[in-house]
């Protein structure tokens, strides 16, 4: 049998079965929303609630064309959003084809439809050489403070060794105060309340790599940009995660539909978009 380890880091509690080596680059590149290098956390503000609106239809599916940096398109990605009573369900679907074979990768986050504060997260990616199964509940804490229980299985389908082929982690992530899930972040940049040089902080929580991290985003102007019915005005949003920085384009007006999103070396480009079922 694996052997099983418990260990404590940075507010999170760790129980880890020893498997397969950490996830490849292919699932890597198909949902890295915010994966980034944990640093100068000290130079950024107190965290804060990021939401002022949540703007967008009962229903809405957006449609991404997934390109590299010299615009050959890579694969698709759709955004869809579902209210669900009090909570709206959201839903990243990444598919792209490579020479070894297909990759789909789809994620779903169940969040409160006037804070977005998260309740459940769900992921299911397959590729070629591994597959990934990725789940976290979270909850409330009586201080207003923000946890998830996570179950992460990562399989490695070039390893013959059974007790190497699986990789199995259980964690808790403490999140603290104003806590967003990482994976909905193109939603939860459209409930900023948009204006020149706004700049905040909160926190985001990645499940797939148990962690959580400010980050902060801010308003940086207008542009215009090509949309799916012509040119479009639109705000800049630059997200810094650590040592990175995420750009995204939103609709000036509301609904602020997400027009452009560059996170190097990858961008997606909006090119269609449905309001009906």
């Known amino acids: 049998m694996p052997g099983v380890m418990h260990r404590v880091t940075h507010g999170v509690m760790h129980r880890v079965t020893h498997g397969a080596r950490p996830v490849a680059a292919t699932l890597v590149c198909a949902c890295a929303l915010l994966l980034a290098v944990c640093g100068f956390e000290s ?3 107190e965290p804060e609630n ?3 609106q949540t703007p967008w239809p009962d229903f809405e599916r957006l449609h991404y ?4 940096q010299t615009d050959e398109k890579l694969g698709t990605v759709v955004m869809e959003s579902i209210r669900e009573g009090d909570r709206f369900r959201l839903s990243l679907m990444f598919s792209r084809e490579t020479e070894d ?3 789909a990768d789809l ?3 169940w969040v409160d439809n006037e804070t977005m504060i998260p309740s459940r997260y769900e992921r299911t990616a397959d590729a070629p050489d591994e597959s990934l199964q990725a789940e976290a509940d979270y909850r409330v804490n009586r201080d207003g403070t923000i946890s998830a229980d996570v179950s992460v299985v990562r399989i490695d389908k070039n390893e013959d060794d059974e007790e190497k082929r699986v990789e199995t982690i259980e964690e808790t992530v403490d999140a603290g105060v104003f806590a967003f899930d990482n994976d ?3 939603w939860l940049w459209r409930t900023l309340a948009f204006m020149q040089d706004l700049e905040l902080t909160y926190r985001s929580v990645n499940v797939v790599h148990q962690r959580s991290q400010l980050v902060q985003v801010a308003v940086r102007g207008q542009d215009t940009l090509r949309g799916p019915a ?8 630059v997200a810094t995660p650590g040592v990175e920085v995420s750009r995204a384009w939103y609709e000036i007006d509301p609904p602020h539909r997400l027009i452009r999103w560059d996170q190097q070396p990858r961008r ?10």
Do not use: H
């Open 65 to 68: 064309d997934w390109l590299d």
């Open 50 to 52: 990021p939401v002022s």
């Open 268 to 277: 997606f480009v909006l090119t269609r978009i449905e309001t009906e079922p």
């Open 101 to 103: 074979g297909p990759v």
């Open 107 to 109: 994620v779903t986050v």
């Open 184 to 186: 909905s972040s193109a």
């Open 230 to 237: 012509g040119d479009v005005v639109v705000w800049q949003v």
């Open 43 to 45: 130079d950024f503000g």
